[in-house]
T-cell receptor, first 114, second 112 residues
Framework: DTGVSQDPRHKITKRGQNVTFRCDPI?????LYWYRQTLGQGPEFLTY????????KSRLLSDRFSAERPKGSFSTLEIQRTEQGDSAMYLC????????????FGQGTRLTVV | RKEVEQDPGPFNVPEGATVAFNCTYS??????FFWYRQDCRKEPKLLMS???SGNEDGRFTAQLNRASQYISLLIRDSKLSDSATYLC?????????????FGKGTKLSVKP
C-alpha cells in the first residue's frame, strides 16, 4: 500500500496521559500536514512540514502538542497531559511541494480521552 | 470572519436534482482552491481542483470568483452515491507557504 498510513487507528487513553501518533506519508511527498477533526466539523489545521522543517503551527496547537518529522519522512504528533477536549480524529495528509497539488489523507487516528 | 466559510447544510435532495454549494474565503492572497469529498467515517478525498476559468468534470462544475472571493460547486443529475460531506479547501499563500484551510463542510443527502 503506497498511500498515507497512520498508526494507531484508535487510541483510548486516560486523562493526563501522554499519547503519540505516527504518520507515514507517500514516499515522494515533501509536505506533511496534521489536522484535527471533530464530529460535524471540517478538518482543523494543526501544523505542517516541508521536508523536516515545521513551517507553521496553528494557535490550536497548545504547548501540550508537539510534532516532529526528524528525517523528512515519517512524522509523529505527541499530546502531553491529555484532556477530554483532545478527543477527536487526528488526520495526516501529504502532498508534493508547492503548487496546485492534491493532498492525500491517511485514515486517521481516533483519540478518545476518558 | 472565518478563513473559509460554507453553506451549513444539510442539503436533502431527490435523485436527479441539481444542487449547488457555495464557499467564501477571507484571504485575498489565496492561490489554490479545491473541493474535497468526505464520506461518513472516512478520510477526505479530492473531488476536483478549482481553476480561475471554471472547470467541469462530468456532472460536477466548479467556479471561482476572485473578486468576490467565492467558490461554488454544482452537481447535476445527483446520484445516491453523491451523498457525502463536501469540503471547500483553500491554499493560502504566500503568507504560510502552502497551508490548506478547510471549511466546515456541507452535508448532502440524496434520496431515492
Amino acid at each position: 500500500d503506497t498511500g498515507v498510513s497512520q498508526d494507531p487507528r484508535h487510541k483510548i487513553t486516560k486523562r493526563g496521559q501522554n499519547v503519540t501518533f505516527r504518520c507515514d506519508p507517500i514516499s515522494e511527498h515533501n509536505r506533511l500536514y496534521w489536522y484535527r477533526q471533530t464530529l460535524g466539523q471540517g478538518p482543523e489545521f494543526l501544523t505542517y512540514f516541508q521536508n523536516e522543517a515545521q513551517l507553521e503551527k496553528s494557535r490550536l496547537l497548545s504547548d501540550r502538542f508537539s510534532a516532529e518529522r526528524p528525517k523528512g519522512s515519517f512524522s509523529t504528533l505527541e499530546i502531553q497531559r491529555t484532556e477530554q477536549g483532545d478527543s477527536a480524529m487526528y488526520l495526516c495528509a501529504s502532498s508534493l511541494k508547492a503548487g496546485n497539488t492534491e493532498a492525500f489523507f491517511g485514515q486517521g487516528t481516533r483519540l478518545t480521552v476518558v | 470572519r472565518k478563513e473559509v466559510e460554507q453553506d451549513p447544510g444539510p442539503f436533502n435532495v431527490p435523485e436527479g436534482a441539481t444542487v449547488a454549494f457555495n464557499c467564501t474565503y477571507s484571504n485575498s492572497a489565496s492561490q489554490s482552491f479545491f473541493w474535497y469529498r468526505q464520506d461518513c467515517r472516512k478520510e477526505p478525498k479530492l473531488l476536483m481542483s478549482v481553476y480561475s476559468s471554471g472547470n467541469e468534470d462530468g456532472r460536477f462544475t466548479a467556479q471561482l470568483n476572485r473578486a468576490s472571493q467565492y467558490i461554488s460547486l454544482l452537481i447535476r443529475d445527483s446520484k445516491l452515491s453523491d451523498s457525502a460531506t463536501y469540503l471547500c479547501v483553500v491554499n493560502i499563500r504566500p503568507r504560510s507557504q502552502g497551508n490548506l484551510i478547510f471549511g466546515k463542510g456541507t452535508k448532502l443527502s440524496v434520496k431515492p
